[in-house]
């Protein structure tokens, strides 16, 4: 079965500063996709950055890079020079090209930068 | 606009009465997903419907829930005889068709927010 675990519920950031958001999975299947999304207090949902199982290199969005260990199994997004703008909810999420059809979200981290 | 399209963005209904999310998926995509989810939480998956048919509802309710994406017109999320529990947001995603590449992401609609008095 999947799963993503997000271990941080929340986390402050200085404005300015990296900041590291921890995202663990679990999967057989040799084939998946990592995303990061961000849900700010409007709701909707945005995404960040994708990383496939056989990239070789960690995916980057300008600001956003994903840091990927595939023999831990972490995916971790890490946010560059952080805005007051990046306040806001972050979900990993996760399928697997066996199940293709399910998104496996974690259980979010709500990330707050102080100026 | 070219997103996905869900409405009414809110909804407030009392126990006992039903409720409709709709859902337009972007241009193109013949997928669609609802997700659920409740305060402080991740988002649930429900259903994935593709044109007239239900592929995926093991994340579905058994009772008093149901969906459906016909060949013309938005998809539809149905909640009957809603309860105070029902009382979440309601994400509609679509994507294109299996065919896509495997790093394809949902796109993602702004979500109905549901609440049951």
């Known amino acids: 079965a999947q799963k993503i675990t997000q271990t941080q519920p929340g986390m402050f950031v200085q404005e300015k500063e990296a900041v590291t958001l921890d995202c663990t999975y679990d999967t057989s299947d040799p084939s998946y996709g990592l995303f990061w999304y961000k849900q700010p207090s409007s709701g909707e949902m945005i995404f960040l950055i994708y990383q496939g199982s056989y990239d070789q290199q960690n995916a980057t969005e300008g600001r956003y890079s994903l840091n990927f260990q595939k023999a831990r199994k972490s995916a971790n997004l890490v946010i560059s020079a952080s805005q007051l703008g990046d306040s806001a909810m972050y979900f990993c999420?996760?399928?697997?090209?066996?199940?293709?059809?399910?998104?496996?979200f974690g259980s979010g981290t709500k990330l707050n930068v102080k100026p | 606009n070219a997103g996905v399209m869900q409405n009414p963005r809110h909804l407030v209904r009392r126990r006992g009465q039903e409720a409709r999310l709709r859902c337009s998926p972007m241009k193109g995509h013949s997928h669609v997903y609802w997700y659920r989810q409740l305060p402080e939480e991740g988002l649930k998956f429900m259903v994935y419907l593709q044109k007239e048919n239900i592929i995926d509802e093991s994340g579905m309710p058994k009772e008093r829930f149901s969906a459906e994406f016909p060949k013309e017109g938005p998809s539809i999320l149905r909640i009957q005889q809603v309860v105070r529990g029902d009382s979440a947001a309601y994400f509609c995603?679509?994507?294109?068709?299996?065919?896509?590449?495997?790093?394809?992401?949902?796109?993602f609609g702004s979500g109905t927010q549901l609440s049951v008095l």
């Open positions: 995603a679509s994507s294109p068709s299996l065919d896509a590449p495997t790093n394809e992401k949902l796109f």
């Open positions: 999420a996760m399928y697997s090209q066996g199940n293709f059809n399910k998104f496996y």
